[in-house]
Every structure is written in C-alpha cells, then in structure tokens.
Antibody, heavy 119, light 110 residues
Framework: QVQLQESGPGLVTPSQTLSLTCTVS??????????WSWIRQHSGKGLEWIGY???????YSNPSLKSRVAMSVDTSKNQFSLDLNSVTAADTAVYYC???????????WGQGTLVTVSS | QSVLTQPPSVSAAPGQKVTISCSGS????????VSWYRQLPGTAPKLLIY???RRPSGIPDRFSGSKSGTSATLDITGLQTGDEADYYC???????????FGGGTKLTAL
C-alpha cells in the first residue's frame, strides 16, 4: 500500500517561500507510470490542483500559480517537494500530496498539512 | 468559481439512491477521464471512481460513475449514514493544461 506524508513548516511569513516535502513509502517514485501531485484546499472550500512532477523531473503547474511554483524530486530519498514563493494570506490552506495515475486521477493521498501565512 | 459545476448539496433517506452531477465542457470532461472523491470532515479525499466508471479495490459496488458528453454522474445506492461527506469530481482540462475539480457536493442522509 502506497503511503504519502507531507512535512514542512506550519507557519510562513508573508512574501516568503512556502516549502513542503512529501515522503513516499510502499512504492518507488522512480518506477515510473505515475505523476506526483500537490493539491491544496482553502478552509471550507474545494480542491485546487497546484501541479505535478514526474520521476525524471518534468513538471506541470497550474497556470494560475505557475509563476510562483517550483517542484523537485529526490528519487534517492523517495521524496518530492514544493516551493511556493511570494506567499500571501491567500495561500493559507491545507496542502496535500498525492499520487497521480495516467488517467489523471489521484489514487493515494497524504493526510494533508495546514500551512498558515501570517506575520 | 470552479471549472466543473456540482450541486452544493444533495440529500436522500438511508437505503435510497442519490445522484451527484458534474458538468463541464468539451475541453475537460468532454476530452478526458473523470474521477470522483469522497472527503470526510478533517480527512484527505479518497478516490471512489476513476476513468469515468472504474472502482479502486475496496470500493463497494454501491458506488458507480458514468460520463456522457460534457457531464458526469456519481450514483450511490443503498445510502448509509456513513456516506455523509463532501464529494468532488475531477478531471484534466486540455485547454488550461491543468487538473480541475468541481466545487464539491455535501451529501446528507436524512
């Protein structure tokens, strides 16, 4: 059973960079066949896809966030990461990492981590 | 404003059937697979249906999905009180080159 776990600061200062890491267990990122996604959910709101990365480092980002998003993968640690720069209070949300299958469905999710942007 | 449109809420009595709709366009639902997710309060979403109508291992056959043109539907039969949750549809939008979701539907078992 694949498991994902997000980690990173729960509080980020406005204008700084939000950095999160997702650690994958029960399966190898480098085995291919899947993308690895970041999704966020504002309080009481719906889901917003941020982007995904392939094991070879190819990335695809939501156009609405693309200019502020960077993603990376570390296959040796079986981890992938998200950097979101120039954050504001509007970036306060629960951030999820998820495995993405070829049909673009998200079949395994992390438990989510709340990131609050505040001074 | 979500790219995909879902009713904010639906309700039905336990044991009954409920249908949740998801409406999109030719660039998203019309051109790509649809998936459905259930989210219980305080937890991560869970995949219920993928590739329009396929169920992951462990998902009971009370849950079924379908797609026609630019719309998709999630049917839940034999409604249980434990099915009370928020339900989301999702797909890829070929024009936006982005994953997109519906705004979510809150299911209440009366």
């Amino acid at each position: 059973q694949v498991q994902l776990q997000e980690s990173g600061p729960g509080l980020v200062t406005p204008s700084q960079t939000l950095s999160l890491t997702c650690t994958v267990s029960g399966g190898s990122i480098s085995s291919g066949g899947f993308y690895w996604s970041w999704i966020r959910q504002h309080s009481g709101k719906g889901l917003e896809w941020i982007g995904y990365i392939f094991y070879n480092g190819n990335t695809y980002s939501n156009p609405s966030l693309k200019s502020r998003v960077a993603m990376s993968v570390d296959t040796s640690k079986n981890q992938f990461s998200l950097d979101l720069n120039s954050v504001t209070a509007a970036d306060t949300a629960v951030y999820y990492c998820a495995r993405t299958a070829a049909g673009k469905d998200f079949d395994f999710w992390g438990q989510g981590t709340l990131v609050t942007v505040s001074s | 404003q979500s790219v995909l449109t879902q009713p904010p809420s639906v309700s039905a009595a336990p044991g009954q059937k409920v249908t949740i709709s998801c409406s999109g366009s030719s660039s998203n639902i019309g051109d790509n697979y649809v998936s459905w997710y259930r989210q219980l309060p305080g937890t991560a979403p869970k995949l219920l249906i993928y590739e329009n109508n396929r169920r992951p291992s462990g998902i009971p056959d009370r849950f079924s999905g379908s797609k026609s043109g630019t719309s998709a539907t999630l049917d839940i039969t034999g409604l249980q009180t434990g099915d009370e949750a928020d339900y989301y549809c999702g797909t890829w939008d070929s024009s936006l080159s982005a994953g997109v979701f519906g705004g979510g539907t809150k299911l209440t078992a009366l």
